[in-house]
Every structure is written in C-alpha cells, then in structure tokens.
C-alpha cells in the first residue's frame, strides 16, 4: 500500500523540522546535533578513524529519513567513499559501485527537474522506509531529488547503484 504523497511530504518535512534548525546557505556547522548525532568535526574523526580515510571531500547532511552526517572521501587504498554516522557509522558505500551526482542530475534533468534541483545521496534503513516503493527496493541508498521550494512539489529517488526510479512523486 503506498502512501498519499501529502503524507509522505509531511513526515519528510518533520524529518527536516526535527533534525535541524533553519540556517543561513552553507552553515552545516550550526545544525542542531541532538544526542544521536556527532558534531562535523567529531564525525570527520571517527570516519578517519574507523573508516580509515585519508582525505575528507565533503560533509553534508542526509535528511530524507534518520538524519545523519554523509562524509565523503578517499580512503587508504584510494576508493572514493561514502560513509553515514549519527554516533558511530551507520553505513558505508564505495561510490565508484553507483551513479555519480552528475548522472542523477541528468535523470532528473530528463523528467522536468532543472539545474537549482536539491540533491542528496540518502540512506535509509529498511525499517525506517516509509514509501512502500522504496520499502520494496533492495537498496538502503539512493539519490533523493527534489524542488527546491519548501514544500517540495516534486521529488524523486533513484537507486544509488542503477539509476531507476524507485519513487517519483509531483504536486499537480
């Protein structure tokens, strides 16, 4: 049974309500931690630590399920990686094994979204997935895509490793 997408908007929305405090553009630093959340530069530690990465490209924010900081970078033996940690590491990817950003985007692109589209490498667990298409994929990773307006008028998710669409939703 899949759920009504003003459900699914609203539970994403306190997702993000929950998760984290309004900010100005590129303040990731400011974000509410909370007692299952690492600070950004405890959360770097630990994925150098137990992740064994050399370099840190990025940290960004996943909030289209449990929220979790997403660490990207190259570890010891030169794989480029993705990791998730809340207080320890909920999950790792080698991201050579999916699409890149620049693929999704191209997908989007394809079906009507443009180049201010807001994109995130997501997981979510299979227990927290609540859109019964995304509870039916094999995959806990995928790209979420969407509008950049607040209340989100059209979104989508592709699996992180092929590309398919697993759940599309537009406001009409």
Not at 17 to 38: A, E, H, W, Y
Request: proline share 4%; hydrophobic share 40%.
């Amino acid at each position: 049974m899949d759920l009504r997408p003003s459900v699914v908007l609203i539970t994403l929305l306190l997702f993000l309500l929950v998760g984290c405090n309004k900010l100005p553009q590129g303040r990731s630093d400011q974000l509410k931690t909370g007692p299952n959340l690492l600070s950004e530069a405890d959360t770097i530690k630990l994925a150098k630590e137990q992740a064994k990465l050399l370099t840190v490209d990025k940290v960004e924010m996943d909030t289209a399920g449990p929220i979790y900081r997403v660490v990207f970078g190259l570890d010891a033996n030169n794989v480029r990686k993705v990791i998730w940690v809340s207080d320890h590491i909920e999950y790792q990817e080698n991201l050579d094994k999916g699409i890149s950003r620049e693929d999704a985007m191209k997908i989007a692109r394809e079906r009507g979204f443009d180049n201010n589209t807001g994109i995130q490498l997501v997981y979510i667990p299979q227990k927290a997935k609540q859109i019964a298409s995304l509870r039916n994929s094999p995959s806990n990773i995928f790209w979420w895509v969407r509008t950049p307006d607040a209340e989100i008028t059209h979104q989508l998710f592709l699996n992180f490793y092929y590309g398919t669409v697993v759940y599309e939703w537009e406001k009409k």
